[in-house]
């Protein structure tokens, strides 16, 4: 069936005014959605000891029905995230949860390492943690919270989320879709759950709580830092700010066309998008010519101020201009731009303040090299050491291991758009949770595990 854009708006509106009704304690609550933090988190910790017991094959037909859901409701959810946050683009939010439902890994992620000889067998087994404490941005939140309920559950965790205040709807949404689906295949209620009205204050007591071993926190340097502070182990999913390098033996038409496709992708939320360009002295104009020609309107020096002024005032990040398409930001400081304009372009020093600093909207800065070395130290310097992400165009072999080594980011994207990186367009599995500050890279069902040795001595070793 398909709903056109009339029907659609409905849809949402309904869904969102029984949302309310529900959270205001009118109508029967969200599944796994509770008014007190401490409910939540005892409810959590009654469903793990249950999912603990449960076969691989129960957990799998859980984490695969929690897939079918996201898929049914991937339109749904898409239109909720940008009417609540105001950011992002619909089309693009659809593919994100196409994704996480059909690339998030699930069980056959765990695996078991075993030795066996002389004396004996011995594996080692990936054991759950027990109930995951998990924090989830703005800027992607139903696909965080579908997409690491998959991995935690998988991991035979439950999980208390603490969402993002500016998304609650959306992602208790999730929640919900999550304990239907356990339901509906046969396991408990409660294997994510949340809060009605997440803050500050409910994301302390979660991650204080003694019954949580484990934090995971996707969202900017705050929350990674007081994840890391809180005396517990915890996944730090940071900020990052990518730079996309082109050199001289790059297909530079397919470079701008590539580099246009990443930074355009859901208005530039995601953190592994292309934030700014760093191109070599000797293919820049051309590299212009491209990105011009791929829908980039190429702002003045004037125009580049009152942008500059629109975005970080006082050097603050505006948070109504994150997420936002190029039209709308170029509106906002009183240019009409035609309906071709996806992103927006100037030429700057690395210093510049809407180069150096992460935005999470479709601007690109372009830095000139003068050459590729040059490039390198430029890049390196604007990744800030988040080792989060980067990219680049080039056909050397020699100056992509030149770059990849010196930026020593979790990921690194070569000759394609910025969202390879996440199996959309390039192999591998999907995450919206990249711990690239601790080390995990991008997460999966065996990052929310822990190791347990179990060692048979002098027997079962038949060869
Ligand atoms: P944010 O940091 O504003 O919020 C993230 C979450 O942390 C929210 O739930 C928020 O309520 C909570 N929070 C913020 N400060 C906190 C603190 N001091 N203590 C406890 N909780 C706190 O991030 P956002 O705007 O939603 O998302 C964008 C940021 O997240 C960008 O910096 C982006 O790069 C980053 N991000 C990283 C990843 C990744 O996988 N590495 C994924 C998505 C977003």
């Not at 910790?45 to 929690?66: T, Y």
């Not at 924090?135 to 997409?147: A, G, H, Q």
């Not at 949770?433 to 079962?460: P, W």
């Amino acid at each position: 069936m398909t709903v056109d854009e009339k029907q659609l708006q409905e849809i949402v509106q309904k869904v969102l005014s029984r949302l309310q009704d529900k959270q205001g304690g009118t109508d029967q609550k969200l599944l796994g959605v509770y008014e007190d933090m401490k409910d939540a988190i005892e409810a959590a910790k009654r469903a793990q000891a249950i999912v603990q017991k449960l076969s691989m094959d129960s957990r799998e037909k859980i984490i695969s029905n929690i897939r079918k859901k996201t898929l049914e409701n991937a339109e749904l959810l898409a239109k909720m995230a940008v009417e609540e946050t105001g950011m992002g683009n619909v089309g693009h939010k659809i593919l994100k949860h196409q994704l996480v439902a059909e690339k998030t890994p699930g069980t056959e992620d765990i695996t078991t390492t075993a030795w066996s000889g002389d004396r004996g067998l011995t594996l080692v087994e990936m054991g759950p943690f027990g109930v995951i404490g998990a924090i989830t941005p703005c800027t992607n939140p139903s696909e965080t919270v579908l997409c690491n309920s998959m991995g935690m559950i998988a991991g035979g965790n439950t999980v208390v989320f603490n969402p993002h205040p500016a998304a609650i709807k959306v992602s208790n949404l999730a929640v919900h879709l999550v304990n239907e689906a356990s339901l509906e295949a046969g396991g408990p209620e409660n294997i994510a759950v949340s809060v009605v009205r997440p803050t500050m204050e409910t994301g302390n007591l979660m991650m204080k709580h003694p019954d949580i071993p484990l934090l995971v926190a996707t969202g900017g340097p705050g929350v990674v830092t007081s994840v890391l502070s809180s005396g517990k182990r915890g996944i730090g999913a940071g900020a990052g700010n990518p730079p996309v390098l082109v050199d001289e033996t790059a297909d530079i038409a397919k470079a701008a066309a590539d580099i246009v496709n990443g930074a355009t992708f859901d208005n530039n939320l995601p953190c592994i998008a292309e934030k700014e360009i760093i191109a070599v002295n000797e293919i820049a104009d051309e590299l212009i010519y491209h990105l011009i020609e791929q829908g980039c309107y190429q702002i003045n020096k004037d125009d580049l101020e009152k942008l500059t002024k629109l975005v970080l005032p006082e050097n603050r990040l505006n948070r109504k201009c994150v997420g936002r398409d190029a039209r709308t930001l170029l509106e906002m400081i009183g240019i009409k731009a035609s309906e071709n304009i996806r992103c927006i372009i100037f030429e700057g020093e690395k210093e510049h303040p809407l180069i150096a600093e992460e935005l999470m909207m479709p601007i690109l800065g372009i830095v000139r090299a003068k050459d590729v070395d040059d490039g390198i130290e430029k890049a390196v310097w604007l990744e800030h050491g988040n080792r989060h992400s980067a990219h680049m165009h080039s056909k050397s072999v020699d100056n992509l291991t030149k770059y990849g080594k010196a930026v020593d980011t979790a990921i690194f994207v070569k000759n394609a758009p910025s969202y390879a990186a996440l199996g959309f367009g390039g192999e591998g599995f999907c995450t919206f949770t990249i711990a690239s500050r601790t080390g995990e890279g991008l997460t999966s069902a065996k990052t929310f595990t822990k190791q347990r040795r179990c060692v048979l001595a002098d027997s079962l070793c038949i060869r």
